[in-house]
């Protein structure tokens, strides 16, 4: 305890500062000041000169830029965001993939679970479509009440009776190898009806085709309607001929206007639609 008081009484003892010419030995420059005001000097001297550094630097930007902060935290969202959208897609694609696996294998698979596409609301008045029957399909109806006991003609049992999901200009025609379907340009909002009865066996959503709805049908025979803007049926819904499925859209990133695309399958193969039906008004 000792041994601090004198220090302290050392530092607060004046002391002489001076420069001296070392070829004269004459003082330059003189000041008096004692031990505890030069180490506060010092100390204020290494605290600005540390201050102006980090100032030159940019360090305080980094440290109290609230727009920094704001951005990152922005940008961890948005990734966030991004994350939950692509694991979404993923999970619609790997449905997709199944149940189209099923599908070219003859199967349907039970309590399959729809997807948002039927809970989902739309701004189409349903009660003001179009889903009258046309006179072809009129004549059709009479003929037959039900196709699905419809007779079969021809090397591959193909069915005779076929019902047009829209009419419309074909603006894409089928080609096996690069386009397996028809593209049919028609009225707005328009309903898209099944061509043959069956049963619904997938209604969802794709980032590539937007909404979609696939029906099995009686030997061997599969239609896909994809770029709708409403699905109107569930998965296991039974459908008849002429029945409203869905409205004509323009959803999905692989259209540039609305229309109806339309593939027919038969025995697990894209068949050229326009064989079997008329698509022109």
Known sequence: MQRLKSFFRKLRQ??????????????????????????????????ISSVVSVYLTGGFDGIFNDDNVSIERRQLESQSEKINELYAQIESQENYVNNISSILNGEVQEGLV??????????????KMNDELTEPERQLAKKIKDDM?????????????????VLGVISQEFDLNNHPGID?????????????????????????????????????????????KRVLKKIGSKVQLGDPISIVGNTGGNTDGPHLHFELWHDQTPVNPQEYMSFSR
Not at 114 to 127: F, I, Q, R, W, Y
């Open 184 to 228: 049919v340009v028609t009225e707005k909002d328009m309903a898209v009806k099944a061509c043959l009865s069956g049963t619904v066996i997938y209604a969802g959503y794709t980032r590539k085709d937007g909404y979609i709805v696939i029906i099995e049908h009686q030997n061997k025979y599969i239609s896909i309607y994809k770029h709708n």
């Open 149 to 165: 006991s419809t007779g079969l003609t021809g090397v591959n049992e193909s069915i005779v009776y076929f019902g047009s999901p």
């Open 14 to 47: 004046n002391l002489k500062f001076s420069v001296t010419n070392p070829d004269s030995f004459n003082e330059v420059w003189t000041f008096y000041s004692n031990g505890i005001r030069v180490i506060s000097m010092i100390l204020i001297l290494l605290i």
């Open 114 to 127: 729809l997807d948002t596409v039927v809970s989902e609301l739309s701004d189409v008045d349903v009660a």
